[in-house]
């Protein structure tokens, strides 16, 4: 364990959209202290914290010491431009991960904004001071590596949007016995939807038409958007240093079985990091084991999910994809091994294994140059 510092004051800020909590702690004093200032108001913070380090300043005065401001707050909807806004105005600044927090187990525990900052002001303290099991930080990412990620981010909830107009205009039609659907990809639509005939041969309704017209217009204008996000991705990709990183994607996307799109994605949402080793990878991923073990009682949970859900995502999609464009890796031949023939539910279990091992392997691949075993490469890359 650290020594406590005589000159450390604690500061945690609970976030909400109307205001912000702060709690402090200062030198020699156990007893947490509250103040509130508008929400988002950085301004008001940055002087509210000028107070606390005055506050702290008259109580060390006897020691004449310079007084060291920790402040903390939990990672979530408020993002990470007020850490960088408090870092570069020279005070320490940890982002705290809030579901590792040591919370009481009780049936009905209490909660409130006030008994959360006052445990997030001691949480930190005993951090700091070495004590690891209390929580975890969360990594600051730069202002380039958290921009990269808004392509893929993007791209995923446009065909969310997608999905969701097309089963629209889907369950519209059905609700009216028509089951062939035009222009769901593009195309004429309107004046397929003029000729149309209901289940029992009439004409759609006038409200139901415009309703659908409403619903197709929704669903061009996702389309143009996806077109143009890919137009803006493509060119990222061939302007040099658009992208950081862009050389890792020339190499990831050189495996066969491994477009562009998946390896822009996989860059700017993993590989961008440097790792300890596979298994920090896997952690980082929520891709690691969690198993449960208590007196006689032992099995496994699975896997944790406590990590980047979109990279995992896009894992266990080009886990599919690496079954079908690589038939002779050790990877491919490892799973068919263990888990072909087996059943549905025994198979996905097998193919999010195979995403780990492949998040270990492409890692390895883009580090050190080292192939995954049987794997072949793209005959053509750019």
């Known amino acids: 364990m650290s020594a406590e510092r005589v000159n450390d004051c604690y500061v945690a800020l609970e976030l909400s959209q109307r205001t912000w909590l702060i709690g402090f702690l200062l030198p020699g004093t156990d007893k947490v202290q509250i103040m509130t200032v508008a929400g988002g108001d950085a301004e008001a913070l940055l002087s509210a914290l000028g107070r606390i380090e005055s506050l702290a ?24 431009w007020l850490a960088r806004y408090l870092i570069d105005r020279g005070i320490d600044t940890t982002i705290l991960d809030p579901s590792s927090f040591l919370v009481s187990r009780r049936g009905r525990r209490v909660k409130t904004d006030r008994i959360d900052v006052e445990a997030m002001v001691f949480t930190l ?56 659907v035009p222009g769901l990809w593009g195309g004429r639509w309107k004046e397929a939807l003029s000729n149309i005939r209901t289940g029992d041969g009439r004409e759609l309704g006038r409200f139901i038409f415009r309703e659908l017209c409403r619903q197709f217009e929704r669903l061009d204008l996702v389309h143009s958007q996806l077109k143009s996000l890919e137009k803006e991705r493509i060119q990222a990709c061939e302007t040099e240093g658009a992208i950081n990183d862009s050389g890792k994607i020339r190499v990831l996307k050189q495996l066969d079985g491994i477009g562009e799109v998946g390896a822009t994605q996989l860059v700017a949402e993993v590989y961008h990091r440097t790792f300890k080793n596979r298994k920090h990878l896997a952690s980082y991923l929520g891709l690691s084991p969690s198993p449960y073990s208590s007196g006689e009682v032992h099995r496994d949970q699975g896997i944790s ?9 896009m894992l266990v999609e080009l886990a599919w994809c690496w079954l079908k464009y690589q038939p002779q890796s050790e990877l491919t ?16 279990v097998g193919i999010v294994a195979l995403a780990r091992k492949l998040a270990i392997a492409f890692w390895r691949f883009i580090e050190d140059g080292v192939v995954p075993e049987g794997a072949t490469l793209a005959v053509a890359t750019k």
Not at 305 to 313: D, E, F, H, S
């Open 305 to 313: 999910k406590a990590g980047n859900k979109q990279a995992r995502v």
């Open 57 to 80: 300043g008259t109580r060390l005065a006897a020691e004449c010491t310079m007084v060291s401001m920790r402040v903390c707050y939990e990672a979530g909807y408020d993002g990470f």
């Open 333 to 348: 031949r490892w799973y068919r091994a263990r888990f072909s023939g087996h059943g549905s539910r025994s198979g996905k």
């Open 125 to 180: 303290k005993a951090y700091l001071l070495g004590d690891r099991s209390v929580c975890r930080p969360v990594r600051l990412p730069s202002v380039a590596e958290e921009d990269a990620k808004r392509l893929s981010r993007e791209r995923t909830q446009l065909k969310k949007e997608r999905t969701r107009h097309v089963n629209r205009i889907r369950a519209l039609l059905v609700l009216h016995g028509i089951r062939s």
